[in-house]
């Protein structure tokens, strides 16, 4: 069997991985703000500083997926490699950012923003199942998986590159 063979269902998986996070990315774009009640309650500022942050995080993920579907066997690239790590260091300011922003576009106690904040919190869960522990499980096993504080793909491949 050759390494393009055994790789492939690994290639189909890192393929499906990474159109998914582009996808989620396109929705959350998208859906969020059609909302009627985020325009009446006047919160699509915050809302967009909230998605800001998780639309660029979905991205990057979803970038390295197709990255690291090309690049098996082996780890990415080390120009890609120095790309993430710097995008490890630029992501929490980009959090950051976008809570101040949040802070100071808040739309009051409303329906729109429980929607923004759960929107912010999805967006440190995606950084953190990125560049710090894995997350992200099949629902399947997520219980039992979540608590074993994996290291995510994403920081083995940049330790490896």
Do not use: C, K
């Not at 269902?9 to 990474?18: D, K, Y």
Request: glycine share 8%.
């Amino acid at each position: 069997m050759t390494d393009t063979d055994r790789f492939e269902p690994l290639r189909r998986r890192f393929l499906s991985l990474g159109l998914g996070e582009i996808a989620a990315a396109v929705v959350f774009a998208v859906v969020p703000t059609a909302l009627p009640f985020i325009t009446s309650d006047g919160a699509e500022s915050a809302l967009w500083f909230a998605l800001s942050p998780l639309l660029f995080v979905l991205v990057q993920g979803g970038v390295y997926w197709l990255i690291a579907r090309n690049s098996l066997p082996g780890p990415i690239p080390r120009a890609v490699a120095h790309l993430y790590r710097g995008l490890r260091i630029l992501d929490p300011i980009v959090l950051v950012g976008s809570a101040i922003g949040i802070a100071v576009t808040w739309p009051g106690p409303s329906v729109s923003a429980f929607v923004v904040v759960v929107v912010w919190l999805f967006a440190v869960a995606e950084y953190v199942n990125y560049f710090h522990i894995r997350l992200s499980y099949p629902w399947a096993v997520w219980a039992g998986q979540v608590g074993r504080w994996s290291t995510p793909r994403l920081l083995r491949d940049l330790r490896r590159a």
